[in-house]
């Protein structure tokens, strides 16, 4: 037995977590129970969370919608861009995340913003074949990851959030007038997130269902000298991801107006 299913066992042991629907053969992956040691760790997670950093820095806190408008992801770009690769087996029909899958066999790291064409010049080259089966890949289709489910009767389409950030940027307007209009504003929020993933594995680091704290920053780029503590991290280093990892300081990713994933 490795080190993961050590921690896995002794979780299930112990009361830390465990899977969902565990009773039935037909509870899917990607959920699972906080039992009473893994609430009282995820408690005081929060308790350290909002006491070092929400309060602190005297930032809001909220807690929005689970379940948001079609037209809020439309806006971000999730229902275009929120996707991952997938690939089929065509004799076994098992689906696989094609970045992982590609990774796994071929030790190839893919961009996450790879075209489909790109994805499918790697699995050609390197033969690829499904793990399961040895059976043939299909060609790679992007898969939304975002829940979709039907309000009402007229089963109007709306989403569960897959992030927490969306109701801290669809509230700001009225956010900002409760803080009575001063920036720079730090909004906080835990809660629920939500995504469809194609596989989801390694216990609790990659979910359908998890929780998030987050916390976004609005300020006046053009007045950052005024803020307070701006001088103490403008040197530190973040690592951004595109179609490669950049290390720039927090002056150069400001500057550079950078957008992408930081990592």
Known sequence: MNTYDEIIQLALERGF????????????????????NGVRM???FLELWRRELVRRDNMLEIDGSQI????????S??????TDPIVKCKKCSSSFRADKLIQEVAKIEVPERLENEGVDDII????????????????????NMMFKIEIGPNRDEAYLRPETCQSIFVDFSRLFKVSRGKLPL???????SFRNEISPRQGLLRLREFYQAEI?????????????KYDEIKNTLLRFYDTRIVELSVEEAL?????????
């Open 42 to 44: 995820k408690n005081k």
């Open 68 to 75: 948001m408008s079609k037209n809020v992801f439309m806006a």
């Open 124 to 143: 050609l080259q390197n033969n690829i074949k499904c793990p399961l089966c040895k059976g043939e890949i299909s060609k790679s289709e992007r898969f």
């Open 186 to 192: 730090g909004i906080a929020q835990v809660g629920k």
């Open 77 to 82: 770009g999730h229902l275009t861009n929120f």
């Open 255 to 263: 500057e550079q107006k950078r957008s992408c994933q930081i990592s």
């Open 216 to 228: 976004e920053v609005f300020c006046n780029p053009a007045k950052l000298n005024d803020l307070n």
């Open 17 to 36: 977590y465990f899977p969902s629907s565990e009773l039935y053969s037909d509870a899917n992956a990607g959920f699972w129970e906080y039992g009473p």
